[in-house]
């Protein structure tokens, strides 16, 4: 099947999937997650769709104890692509022209995944918790524009797609977005952060502090006056470095805003829940 026609058939499916979780797993789910002394909760649900016959994988995540009854929930299913198993999760979007909600699909390759294990979980658990912990600690991704992927020689320019680069918690995702249906998302390879290129990681780091001080605000919304401050004190620092106000060499000076910047990142991930 090609991915329009997964889109399609996915589209149709999609009311019936999100009214299963709503009537038929919630309440179970949230009641179940009240009783739990362990935080962050993760619970997994199925469903096949009578029709396609598509399996479906309810993965619901309640960070804490006092959010039991607002669970997160991240819908995915499987298809079986030419490099093998591809994971393809679904949510509706907002389109700001319009107001209107449409169902946008990414697609995570069989590449993808290999390289995410390879290079970031590194460890032997079983592949449903890999797939798991990646959509939990991912779920505040930015998407990024083309010129991130125009770096990394493993993204070649292709007349049906354009280049797209997803920042999440753990890295960079580089892959493509389809020019006749913009609602398709395919993600080829996964780099984490240390090993992005320099002109990458200039690009991305602004954007990725903002990321995770927002996601930081969501999980600690108590702490969020402390996070704002800490985020605009590093920008302060970082327009400080780069504008010569101390005195350094251009190698120093390069040194010392990476310096500041990864301080701040690990500064603002502990107040992230994952």
């Excluded at 979780?21 to 002394?37: E, F, L, P, W």
């Excluded at 619970?43 to 309810?58: A, E, I, L, Q, R």
């Excluded at 620092?237 to 780069?242: E, H, M």
Aim: aromatic share 14%; charged share 30%.
């Amino acid at each position: 099947m090609s991915y329009e026609e997964i889109y399609r058939e996915i589209l149709k499916d999609f009311r019936d999937v999100k009214e299963y979780y709503d009537v038929a797993i919630k309440a179970k789910v949230c009641k179940s997650a009240q009783k739990s002394r362990v935080y962050p909760w993760r619970h997994f649900d199925f469903y096949t769709h009578p029709t396609s016959h598509n399996k479906y994988t309810y993965l619901t995540i309640i960070k804490k104890h006092a959010w039991w009854n607002n669970p997160e929930v991240t819908v995915f299913c499987e298809y079986e692509g030419k490099g093998g198993k591809e994971i393809i999760t679904m949510a509706p979007k907002k389109d700001i022209m319009t107001s209107r909600y449409k169902l946008v699909i990414s697609v995570f390759q069989a590449h993808f995944f290999k390289r995410y294990y390879e290079r970031f979980i590194k460890d032997e658990q079983t592949e449903q918790y890999k797939i798991a912990l990646f959509l939990s600690r991912n779920a505040g991704a930015l998407q990024l524009g083309s010129k991130i992927v125009s770096y990394n020689e493993q993204i070649k320019e292709d007349s049906e797609y354009y280049n797209s680069a997803l920042l999440n918690l753990d890295g960079l995702c580089l892959g493509k977005i389809s020019k006749e249906n913009p609602n398709i998302f395919i993600y080829k390879t996964f780099i984490p952060l240390d090993r992005l290129y320099q002109k990458q990681l200039e690009r991305v780091m602004h954007e990725y502090l903002g990321m995770i001080a927002i996601r930081g605000s969501e999980d600690h919304p108590h702490c969020k006056n402390t996070i704002e401050y800490i985020y605009n004190n590093s920008i302060k620092n970082f327009r400080d470095i780069l504008l010569g106000k101390y005195q350094m060499t251009d190698k120093e000076r390069i040194q010392t805003y990476i310096e500041e910047y990864n301080k701040t990142c690990d500064i603002l991930r502990k107040y992230i829940i994952v």
